[in-house]
């Protein structure tokens, strides 16, 4: 599986199989934009031979035969198969997402937790509850020593006394088990103050916050109650806690819908703002006019390369900034073995409810068919732990036949589930996107490598 395509004068060639990247002449584009597998000479030379030499065919073709032979071009799934089937999955927990609050003082219009409570009713999570978390957790974790707590809602701020007192807790395990513990938070920002700004600072070691984008696209969505915009309240108390946080890590989070699909004028303001690490990812979902629909696909595809562009052309003069789906590391990113078997939902990676029951990430909560044990009890539902254990690139069909699988993992589990009712069918638009998105990275890592310059 080879895909070939032209963008911003750069030709690139993509080996789905290797991930290999190729920047490629014209003449090299000619020969591997069409098929996928490796051309016949004679068909190449009577496709060719009236605007190229035949010397300058046979150079070309002979540096595409070299990478054919050293299995960077038209390589074969064995190679994948052997990075899921000599290595032994660690099945030891990594990390674990607290819903510490079924809550939300914000009603924005596009909320897959049904405006906070994931439709379970509106309720907190206890002390008891999250410090048996920790433990289940610390135990399940096994032999690894860096693990994960995720404060997540609804919004978790609602319930800073149980987040304060979680960390506390596992601060005391750390010294007690020689584990070592990395905290992150997603908050809408509007119950920021000089206590949870300085307490976040400190303690997390990255930050979510949720920002749309121009104010009015972010109002308009991310609302109270009463329908008054929350953009106001937000970007200074975000301004004041990014300015605090001295190195850490942080993302700026938006949401695109289909009343903004001039998407690019959004993230762009996110950079004017002085935010340095942005995320504008698409809605999810479909029923209203929020949600895209397969006739808005051109049009975003076309915005993904403007903003390309644009982004280009910050780096370029100094104005600096890392949006999320353009920052593939192509040299030492995850490993063959992780990128064939994704996030590790289901097993590494856990979500839990202000119940303590436990889901397979933080998107499946609130659906009782998804509760796969609880933190009391552990797991109780071995089968839908293998069903996501052995849920990767190469048992998904569409996955298998795809170029772009090595970059995306295979997608996400739940958009799979909530478009097709079932996770092992991707979501077609989301593919489609991610596709451009890549496509769009990798012109920019090419650009970057001529100019030689850094992020």
Not at 310 to 318: A, M, T
Not at 438 to 455: P, R, W
């Amino acid at each position: 599986m080879v895909h070939t395509y032209s963008l911003n004068g750069y030709n690139i060639t993509i080996d789905g199989n290797s991930g290999s990247i190729h920047v490629l002449d014209d003449i090299a584009c000619e020969m591997l934009k069409e098929g996928n597998e490796m051309p016949a000479y004679a068909d190449v030379q009577a496709k060719l031979k009236a605007t190229y030499s035949a010397d300058e065919i046979c150079e070309a073709y002979g540096e595409i035969q070299s990478l054919n032979d050293q299995g960077m071009l038209f390589s074969s799934e064995a190679g994948l198969e052997d990075a899921v089937n000599t290595k032994k999955l660690d099945t030891g927990l990594k990390a674990l997402c607290l819903h510490v609050s079924h809550d939300c003082n914000l009603r924005c219009d596009y909320c897959f937790a049904s405006s906070g409570d994931y439709n379970s009713g509106r309720k907190l999570m206890s002390k008891a509850v999250a410090l048996k978390a920790v433990d289940y957790l610390v135990a399940a974790s096994r032999g690894r020593r860096n693990i994960e707590i995720d404060f997540f809602g609804g919004e978790p701020l609602m319930n800073f006394n149980v987040v304060k007192e979680t960390v506390a807790y596992g601060r005391q395990l750390e010294k007690a088990t020689g584990k070592h513990f990395y905290f992150t938070i997603t908050t809408n920002g509007t119950l920021l103050n000089k206590e949870s700004i300085d307490f976040i600072n400190e303690n997390m070691d990255n930050v979510v916050i949720s920002i749309d984008g121009r104010k009015e696209v972010h109002d308009a969505a991310r609302h109270g109650r009463t329908g008054h915009g929350s953009y106001d309240k937000i970007v200074p108390l975000a301004k004041e806690l990014v300015a605090g946080r001295n190195g850490k890590s942080y993302f700026i989070r938006g949401t695109y819908t289909a009343r903004n699909k001039d998407f690019s004028k959004d993230v762009m303001h996110l950079a004017d703002l002085g935010f340095k690490e942005i995320s504008v990812e698409p809605v999810v979902g479909s029923g209203s006019d929020l949600y895209f629909k397969e006739s808005d696909i051109p049009e975003l595809l076309k915005e993904y390369e403007n903003l390309a562009l644009q982004y280009i052309g910050r780096l370029s003069d100094g104005r600096k900034f890392r949006f999320y789906h353009f920052n593939i590391d192509l040299y030492d990113g995850p490993c063959l073995f992780k990128r064939v078997t994704a996030c590790g939902a289901g097993y590494e990676y856990l979500a839990v409810s202000p119940e303590g029951d436990l889901y397979p990430c933080h998107q499946f909560v609130g659906q009782d068919e998804f509760i796969i044990g609880n933190v009391f009890t552990g797991i109780q539902n071995n089968e839908m732990r293998d069903q996501f254990m052995s849920n990767n690139i190469l048992s998904k069909e569409k996955c298998r036949d795809c170029w772009a699988k090595l970059f995306c993992s295979g997608g996400c589990h739940a958009n799979a589930y909530f478009s097709n009712g079932s996770i092992v069918q991707p979501n077609e638009l989301a593919c489609t996107l991610q596709k451009k998105r890549i496509e769009c990275a990798v012109m920019i890592q090419a650009l970057m490598a001529d100019e030689k310059m850094n992020y």
